[in-house]
C-alpha cells in the first residue's frame, strides 16, 4: 500500500492502483510531475509546478489548487517519509490531486554507464506529461526483459526520439545535441539546455548514425545525467564514459544544490 495525501486528505491506496500505463490505474487520464529530493528538500520543483499548471491549461485540466497551496502538501508528503533523498509525484486528475512519495534507491552503477535499446513506439502527446503512458510502459519493459536500462523511442524510419522515462542527448565533435521537438519537455533537459558549459544544438539522430556520434546520455529528474555507453550491440565511441559527459556528472550536482539555495520553501 502507498501512503498518499489526495486532496490534503491521507489515504492508503494499492500501489497497482498508481501504476501509469498500467491496466489497473484507478483514474482518469490526467497529469503527471516526477521529481527527487535532496536532503528532504525538492530539486527543481519551481519548474515542475510551471510545467503542471501549464500543461493543465492545454486539457482544461482544473486544478484546484494553488501552487504555494501545493507546496504546503509537498512538504507535508516528503517530511513524512523517513529518506532524505526520495522520488516524489504529483498526480492531477479530474477533482483529485494526489501526492506520495518513495524511496529514490539510485544504483550508482548507472553513471558508470549503461545499456539502453530501441524500441518502436510513441507518445500519444510527446510534448505533454499525462497518464496515458501506456506505450512507455510496454517498451520500458521490452527492454528490461532484455537487460537494458532504457528504451529509446524509434519511429519506423529509424529515427530516435527519447527515452521512455528520459530525454536523449548525443555528443558529435564537443557540440552536445538533442531533438527540438516531438519530445518531452524534460526540466533535466531544459537545465541542461540553459545552462550546459558546453555548445547545444538541435538535430535528428538515426539509428543508423549511431557509430558516428562520440558520447550519449539520457537525463531524468530522478537519476540527473546517466551516460549510455551502448545502443542496441553498438558501442558508443570507446563504450566508456566521453569526457563531456564525465564532465557534466558533477556540474549537474552543482545545480541541484545551486537551486536548493535559491529555494524560498
Known amino acids: 500500500m502507498i501512503k498518499a495525501l489526495i486532496n490534503n486528505q491521507w489515504e492508503s491506496i494499492p500501489e497497482e492502483n498508481l501504476q501509469l500505463g498500467a491496466t489497473t490505474f484507478s483514474y482518469e487520464t490526467g497529469l503527471y510531475e516526477t521529481f527527487r529530493t535532496l536532503d528532504f528538500k525538492p530539486v527543481f520543483l519551481q519548474a515542475h509546478l510551471n510545467r503542471l499548471f501549464k500543461s493543465a491549461q492545454k486539457i482544461n485540466l482544473?486544478?484546484?489548487?494553488?501552487?504555494?497551496?501545493?507546496?504546503?502538501?509537498?512538504?507535508?508528503?516528503?517530511?513524512?517519509?523517513?529518506?532524505?533523498?526520495?522520488?516524489?509525484r504529483i498526480l492531477a486528475v479530474p477533482n483529485k490531486l494526489i501526492l506520495y512519495t518513495s524511496h529514490l534507491n539510485l544504483d550508482?552503477?548507472?553513471?558508470?554507464?549503461?545499456?539502453v535499446m530501441t524500441v518502436k513506439a510513441f507518445r500519444d502527446n510527446p510534448?505533454?506529461?499525462?497518464?496515458?503512458?501506456?506505450?512507455?510502459?510496454n517498451a520500458w519493459k521490452t527492454a528490461n526483459d532484455a537487460g537494458c536500462f532504457e528504451a529509446i523511442l524509434m519511429d519506423e524510419d529509424g529515427l530516435l526520439f527519447e527515452g521512455s522515462r528520459s530525454n536523449l542527448f548525443w555528443v558529435i565533435n564537443g557540440i552536445i545535441f538533442t531533438r527540438k521537438g516531438d519530445v518531452l519537455p524534460g526540466i533535466t533537459r531544459q537545465t541542461i539546455i540553459n545552462q550546459s558549459p558546453f555548445p547545444i544544438d538541435y538535430g535528428l539522430l538515426n539509428i543508423s548514425e549511431i557509430r558516428n556520434i562520440d558520447e550519449c546520455f539520457l537525463t531524468n529528474s530522478g537519476s540527473g545525467i546517466i551516460p549510455v555507453r551502448q545502443i542496441n550491440d553498438e558501442l558508443i565511441g570507446n563504450g566508456t564514459i566521453g569526457p563531456i559527459t564525465k564532465q557534466l556528472l558533477p556540474i549537474y550536482h552543482q545545480w541541484m544544490v545551486q537551486d536548493l539555495k535559491g529555494d524560498s520553501i
Open 108 to 115: 550508482s552503477i548507472i553513471y558508470d554507464g549503461v545499456s
Open 127 to 137: 510534448e505533454l506529461k499525462t497518464t496515458q503512458y501506456h506505450a512507455c510502459l
Open 62 to 88: 482544473n486544478i484546484s489548487y494553488s501552487q504555494s497551496s501545493i507546496l504546503e502538501m509537498l512538504l507535508k508528503v516528503i517530511h513524512d517519509f523517513p529518506d532524505p533523498n526520495q522520488r516524489v
